[in-house]
């Protein structure tokens, strides 16, 4: 007989090994369903230079927009840091244009916009990192967002004078399987 303690824990892990990485939204306003993960990945820039334990932070995550089967994907990026928050207003200038490198090879991006109305949302598609922080959109192709899914290597160069590289933060298989689930949905 399993016991009542037993037997919570094993739908929790079911529930915790099943649950989707990838959200979706019918947007009200525009009539657009909007696909996208609930795990970015993150990478930062270390400012010790500057502070006590200052760091520039990048967030990025993959968007399908769907208009009556019409699709587009686009990159989030959520740009924010810990030092003050008119600090990031400064560089905010320098992500008009991205290099990523996915295991070397480049992949350039040119902003779309800054706001969700960008891609044709009405609300903001992933939650901001920090109050401060500065949204950006990227149009995409879908092998784009597979290359970044798939990389061992990657890293984000701004184009601002001078240009910042972004590393990963840590090695977040989430934030990979999140990528990896979107990209298997996206494709059906």
Known sequence: MICASTLSLMILLVGCASSPLTEEFLDPETSVTVSYTDTPIVLF???????????????????????????????????????????????????????????????????????????????????????????AYYEVTIDQIRMIATANNLRIQTSGEPGVSYEPWDTSESAKRGFREFLARVSD
């Open 45 to 135: 820039v270390d400012r010790s230079g500057r502070a006590a334990f200052p760091r520039d932070y990048l967030n990025i995550g993959p968007i399908r927009i769907n208009q009556q089967g019409w699709q587009r994907h686009f990159l989030w990026a959520g740009i924010w840091t810990t030092l003050e928050a008119n600090a990031i207003d400064d560089r905010a200038d320098g992500f008009e244009l991205l290099t990523i490198y996915a295991d070397g090879e480049p992949i350039l991006l040119e902003v779309a916009g800054w706001t969700p109305t960008a891609v044709g949302a009405t609300r903001s598609i992933y939650t901001k990192p920090v109050s401060s922080a500065v949204d």
